[in-house]
Structure formats: structure tokens, C-alpha cells
């Protein structure tokens, strides 16, 4: 048997003994033993629904904690995917600064400085 199926006997055993101690007591209050009875399905219907909702709880926190770490994979890897973009793109617009500031320096309008206004 493993751990879990050994855990989930000794909190069922441990729940059949409370179900055993109420029933005990009611019976002992002077309720009849027939109530008592055709109670039971019904308290282990609900014990049953109970642990259900637990363990629908427990899933539902898991699966929050797994959706949120996904979420916050997926944007930092956007924010680390448009921090290259913008990388390129100011990459490329230095590139095209000095382009333009090589050919001012080459161009017609420095030759015509140059014979207007001699240095």
C-alpha cells in the first residue's frame, strides 16, 4: 500500500469512529436505533461530498499555482522577446544616424560650406 492509500484509511477509520461516536451518543440521548439507522447512507453520502469538495479545493489551488507560474513564464519571456526587438530597432536607427551623419560630411552641402565659408 502506498502512503496516500494508508493516509486516506486512517482518516476514513478515524471518520467511521467519530460516525460511530455520534451515532452512540444519539443513541444514548434516547434517539431510536431504527432513526439512527436510516441515517447513516446519508451521513456517509455527505462525509463522501465533503472530502470531494476538498479535494476540488486542493486541485483548484494547484491548478491556480501551475496557471500562475505559466503566466508569468510566458511574460517575461514577451518582455524579454520586445526588449530585442526594441534592441534592433534602436540598433538600427544609431546604424542609420551615422549613415546619414557619414554621408552629411561627404555630401554636396559640406563641399559648399567648405567653398563659402573657408576655415
Given at each position: 500500500m502506498?502512503?496516500?492509500?494508508?493516509?486516506?484509511?486512517?482518516?476514513?477509520?478515524?471518520?467511521?469512529?467519530?460516525?460511530?461516536?455520534?451515532?452512540?451518543?444519539?443513541?444514548?440521548?434516547?434517539?431510536?436505533?431504527?432513526?439512527?439507522?436510516?441515517?447513516?447512507?446519508?451521513?456517509?453520502r455527505t462525509r463522501e461530498q465533503l472530502h470531494i469538495k476538498r479535494m476540488l479545493e486542493n486541485n483548484n489551488e494547484v491548478l491556480l499555482s501551475m496557471i500562475s507560474k505559466e503566466m508569468s513564464f510566458l511574460l517575461d519571456a514577451k518582455e524579454r522577446q520586445q526588449e530585442e526587438e526594441f534592441k534592433k530597432l534602436d540598433q538600427l536607427?544609431?546604424?542609420?544616424?551615422?549613415?546619414?551623419?557619414?554621408?552629411?560630411?561627404?555630401?554636396?552641402?559640406k563641399k559648399l560650406k567648405?567653398?563659402?565659408?573657408?576655415?
Open positions: 502506498g502512503n496516500n492509500a494508508l493516509e486516506q484509511l486512517k482518516r476514513e477509520t478515524k471518520d467511521d469512529v467519530r460516525l460511530y461516536n455520534c451515532i452512540k451518543e444519539l443513541y444514548e440521548q434516547g434517539v431510536p436505533f431504527n432513526e439512527l439507522k436510516a441515517l447513516i447512507p446519508d451521513i456517509r536607427i544609431r546604424q542609420q544616424q551615422s549613415f546619414r551623419k557619414s554621408a552629411a560630411s561627404a555630401g554636396p552641402i567648405q567653398l563659402f565659408l573657408p576655415a
